[in-house]
Protein backbone atom coordinates (compact mmCIF):
# COMPACT_ATOMS: atom_id res chain seq x y z
CA UNK A 1 0.00 0.00 0.00
CA UNK A 2 1.13 3.73 -0.40
CA UNK A 3 1.68 3.74 2.89
CA UNK A 4 1.82 2.45 6.62
CA UNK A 5 -2.02 0.98 7.82
CA UNK A 6 -3.26 0.04 11.04
CA UNK A 7 -6.71 -1.31 12.39
CA UNK A 8 -8.67 -0.77 13.89
CA UNK A 9 -8.67 2.91 14.33
CA UNK A 10 -11.14 2.62 17.04
CA UNK A 11 -11.33 -0.02 19.67
CA UNK A 12 -13.88 -0.18 22.72
CA UNK A 13 -12.65 -3.20 25.31
CA UNK A 14 -14.28 -3.70 28.95
CA UNK A 15 -11.62 -4.75 31.52
CA UNK A 16 -10.44 -7.86 31.31
CA UNK A 17 -10.71 -8.58 27.67
CA UNK A 18 -8.46 -8.80 25.42
CA UNK A 19 -6.88 -7.15 21.94
CA UNK A 20 -5.73 -6.89 19.10
CA UNK A 21 -3.86 -4.19 17.22
CA UNK A 22 -2.85 -4.54 13.58
CA UNK A 23 -0.50 -2.84 11.40
CA UNK A 24 0.37 -3.45 7.54
CA UNK A 25 3.63 -1.45 6.96
CA UNK A 26 4.78 0.01 3.88
CA UNK A 27 6.22 -2.74 1.64
CA UNK A 28 9.70 -3.86 2.03
CA UNK A 29 10.37 -1.93 5.07
CA UNK A 30 12.59 -4.22 7.10
CA UNK A 31 12.23 -2.20 10.26
CA UNK A 32 8.21 -1.91 12.51
CA UNK A 33 8.18 -0.05 15.95
CA UNK A 34 5.09 0.61 18.18
CA UNK A 35 4.59 3.39 20.11
CA UNK A 36 2.31 4.11 23.11
CA UNK A 37 0.60 7.51 23.12
CA UNK A 38 -1.48 8.55 26.02
CA UNK A 39 -3.62 11.77 26.06
CA UNK A 40 -2.01 14.44 25.69
CA UNK A 41 1.61 12.94 25.46
CA UNK A 42 4.10 12.18 23.31
CA UNK A 43 4.51 8.59 21.93
CA UNK A 44 6.66 5.96 24.21
CA UNK A 45 8.46 3.09 22.33
CA UNK A 46 6.90 -0.39 23.06
CA UNK A 47 8.97 -2.50 20.53
CA UNK A 48 10.90 -3.06 17.60
CA UNK A 49 11.08 -5.32 14.95
CA UNK A 50 13.98 -5.99 11.89
CA UNK A 51 12.46 -8.40 9.52
CA UNK A 52 10.67 -10.84 11.73
CA UNK A 53 13.21 -10.73 14.47
CA UNK A 54 12.19 -9.06 17.74
CA UNK A 55 15.25 -7.10 18.97
CA UNK A 56 13.89 -4.83 21.42
CA UNK A 57 11.13 -5.00 23.77
CA UNK A 58 11.83 -3.19 26.27
CA UNK A 59 9.24 -0.51 26.09
CA UNK A 60 6.63 -2.90 26.83
CA UNK A 61 4.73 -2.02 30.02
CA UNK A 62 4.28 -5.81 31.55
CA UNK A 63 3.67 -9.30 30.09
CA UNK A 64 0.49 -8.70 29.26
CA UNK A 65 1.74 -6.79 26.03
CA UNK A 66 3.08 -8.98 22.90
CA UNK A 67 3.95 -8.34 20.13
CA UNK A 68 4.79 -10.28 16.69
CA UNK A 69 5.48 -10.05 13.20
CA UNK A 70 5.80 -13.40 11.85
CA UNK A 71 6.87 -12.97 8.50
CA UNK A 72 8.34 -9.92 8.54
CA UNK A 73 5.49 -7.63 7.41
CA UNK A 74 2.33 -7.54 9.16
CA UNK A 75 2.56 -6.94 12.74
CA UNK A 76 0.17 -7.49 15.63
CA UNK A 77 0.18 -6.02 18.94
CA UNK A 78 -1.80 -7.87 21.78
CA UNK A 79 -2.93 -6.48 25.13
CA UNK A 80 -4.01 -9.92 27.57
CA UNK A 81 -6.62 -8.79 30.89
CA UNK A 82 -6.59 -5.05 29.02
CA UNK A 83 -6.97 -2.19 32.48
CA UNK A 84 -8.33 1.18 32.07
CA UNK A 85 -4.12 2.29 31.95
CA UNK A 86 -3.84 0.65 28.91
CA UNK A 87 -5.88 3.21 27.11
CA UNK A 88 -4.00 5.15 24.56
CA UNK A 89 -3.36 5.45 21.06
CA UNK A 90 -0.99 3.08 19.02
CA UNK A 91 0.73 4.27 16.83
CA UNK A 92 2.94 1.85 14.60
CA UNK A 93 5.85 2.79 12.12
CA UNK A 94 7.61 1.19 9.69
CA UNK A 95 11.23 2.29 7.81
CA UNK A 96 13.84 0.86 4.74
CA UNK A 97 16.52 -1.12 5.03
CA UNK A 98 18.87 0.69 7.78
CA UNK A 99 20.77 3.67 7.01
CA UNK A 100 21.80 6.63 8.93
CA UNK A 101 18.84 9.06 7.36
CA UNK A 102 16.27 6.41 7.57
CA UNK A 103 12.92 8.24 8.38
CA UNK A 104 9.96 6.50 9.89
CA UNK A 105 6.83 6.39 8.49
CA UNK A 106 3.99 6.33 10.98
CA UNK A 107 0.19 5.16 10.53
CA UNK A 108 -2.77 6.80 11.88
CA UNK A 109 -2.95 4.86 14.79
CA UNK A 110 -5.08 2.31 17.06
CA UNK A 111 -7.17 4.16 19.42
CA UNK A 112 -8.15 2.37 22.54
CA UNK A 113 -10.46 2.32 25.12
CA UNK A 114 -10.96 -0.09 28.00
CA UNK A 115 -14.09 0.74 29.84
CA UNK B 1 19.14 8.07 29.50
CA UNK B 2 18.17 10.69 26.62
CA UNK B 3 15.26 12.97 27.55
CA UNK B 4 13.63 15.43 25.22
CA UNK B 5 11.69 18.44 26.79
CA UNK B 6 9.23 20.76 25.05
CA UNK B 7 8.07 23.61 27.38
CA UNK B 8 5.87 25.28 25.38
CA UNK B 9 2.33 22.82 25.96
CA UNK B 10 0.54 25.51 23.37
CA UNK B 11 1.27 28.27 21.36
CA UNK B 12 -0.78 30.89 19.02
CA UNK B 13 0.03 32.52 16.23
CA UNK B 14 -1.95 35.01 13.57
CA UNK B 15 -1.77 33.37 10.20
CA UNK B 16 1.58 35.06 8.07
CA UNK B 17 3.29 35.65 11.05
CA UNK B 18 6.45 33.95 12.62
CA UNK B 19 6.04 31.54 15.32
CA UNK B 20 9.65 29.40 17.05
CA UNK B 21 8.50 26.08 19.09
CA UNK B 22 11.02 25.20 21.64
CA UNK B 23 12.92 22.07 22.33
CA UNK B 24 15.91 21.04 24.73
CA UNK B 25 17.31 17.58 24.87
CA UNK B 26 19.64 15.84 27.26
CA UNK B 27 22.34 13.04 26.00
CA UNK B 28 25.64 11.47 26.51
CA UNK B 29 25.71 10.98 22.64
CA UNK B 30 27.58 12.45 20.04
CA UNK B 31 25.80 10.83 17.34
CA UNK B 32 22.29 11.34 16.98
CA UNK B 33 19.43 13.29 15.08
CA UNK B 34 16.73 15.60 15.73
CA UNK B 35 13.04 15.57 14.49
CA UNK B 36 10.14 17.87 14.21
CA UNK B 37 7.02 15.57 13.89
CA UNK B 38 3.43 17.03 13.33
CA UNK B 39 0.09 15.62 14.68
CA UNK B 40 -2.70 16.59 13.08
CA UNK B 41 -6.15 15.34 14.97
CA UNK B 42 -5.89 12.47 12.25
CA UNK B 43 -3.02 11.30 14.40
CA UNK B 44 -0.57 10.57 11.60
CA UNK B 45 2.98 11.64 12.61
CA UNK B 46 4.23 13.72 9.84
CA UNK B 47 8.04 14.55 9.84
CA UNK B 48 8.54 18.19 9.33
CA UNK B 49 12.01 18.45 9.48
CA UNK B 50 15.49 16.92 10.17
CA UNK B 51 18.62 17.79 11.96
CA UNK B 52 21.51 15.55 12.15
CA UNK B 53 24.14 16.31 14.72
CA UNK B 54 26.86 15.96 12.98
CA UNK B 55 26.03 19.39 10.65
CA UNK B 56 26.73 22.54 11.73
CA UNK B 57 24.40 24.03 9.03
CA UNK B 58 20.65 24.56 10.04
CA UNK B 59 18.26 22.03 8.61
CA UNK B 60 15.92 23.88 6.29
CA UNK B 61 12.53 22.99 4.68
CA UNK B 62 10.46 25.54 2.51
CA UNK B 63 8.73 27.60 5.36
CA UNK B 64 10.27 25.55 8.15
CA UNK B 65 13.83 25.48 9.68
CA UNK B 66 15.50 24.90 12.67
CA UNK B 67 18.02 26.15 15.21
CA UNK B 68 20.44 23.92 16.52
CA UNK B 69 22.50 24.65 19.04
CA UNK B 70 24.50 21.63 19.59
CA UNK B 71 26.40 22.65 22.73
CA UNK B 72 23.37 24.06 24.61
CA UNK B 73 21.66 20.64 23.13
CA UNK B 74 18.25 23.18 22.08
CA UNK B 75 16.48 22.48 18.90
CA UNK B 76 13.97 25.43 17.98
CA UNK B 77 11.65 24.87 14.74
CA UNK B 78 10.47 27.97 12.83
CA UNK B 79 7.42 28.43 11.30
CA UNK B 80 7.42 31.20 8.68
CA UNK B 81 4.32 32.93 6.60
CA UNK B 82 2.39 30.30 9.34
CA UNK B 83 -0.73 29.16 7.61
CA UNK B 84 -4.30 27.82 8.82
CA UNK B 85 -3.10 23.74 7.72
CA UNK B 86 -0.05 24.34 10.64
CA UNK B 87 -2.60 24.09 13.61
CA UNK B 88 -1.34 20.63 14.84
CA UNK B 89 0.59 19.00 17.90
CA UNK B 90 4.54 19.37 17.34
CA UNK B 91 6.73 16.84 18.81
CA UNK B 92 10.26 17.18 18.89
CA UNK B 93 12.08 14.20 18.81
CA UNK B 94 15.77 12.39 19.40
CA UNK B 95 17.13 9.34 18.01
CA UNK B 96 20.72 8.19 18.76
CA UNK B 97 22.20 6.69 15.84
CA UNK B 98 22.61 3.12 15.74
CA UNK B 99 21.16 0.13 14.86
CA UNK B 100 17.79 0.86 17.39
CA UNK B 101 16.91 3.96 15.83
CA UNK B 102 13.93 4.32 17.92
CA UNK B 103 12.22 7.97 18.35
CA UNK B 104 12.26 9.56 22.25
CA UNK B 105 9.39 12.74 21.92
CA UNK B 106 8.83 15.29 24.08
CA UNK B 107 5.65 16.22 25.04
CA UNK B 108 4.30 18.04 22.32
CA UNK B 109 3.21 21.53 21.89
CA UNK B 110 -0.01 22.95 20.69
CA UNK B 111 0.00 24.94 17.93
CA UNK B 112 -3.28 26.98 16.98
CA UNK B 113 -2.97 29.64 13.74
CA UNK B 114 -5.48 32.47 14.06
CA UNK B 115 -7.14 33.94 11.07
Known amino acids: GAG ?4 PRYKVAKRGQDVALRCDPISGHVSLFWYQQALGQGPEFLTYFQNEAQLDKSGLPSDRFFAER ?15 EDSAVYLCAS ?12 GQGTRLTVV | AQTVTQSQPEMSVQEAETVTLSCTYDTSESDYYLFWYKQP ?8 IRQEAYKQQNATENRFSVN ?3 AAKSFSLKISDSQLGDAAMYFCAYRRGGATNKLIFGTGTLLAVQP
Open chain 1, 70 to 84: PEGSVSTLKIQRTQQ
Open chain 1, 4 to 7: VSQS
Open chain 2, 68 to 70: FQK
Open chain 2, 41 to 48: PSRQMILV
Open chain 1, 95 to 106: SPPFSMNTEAFF
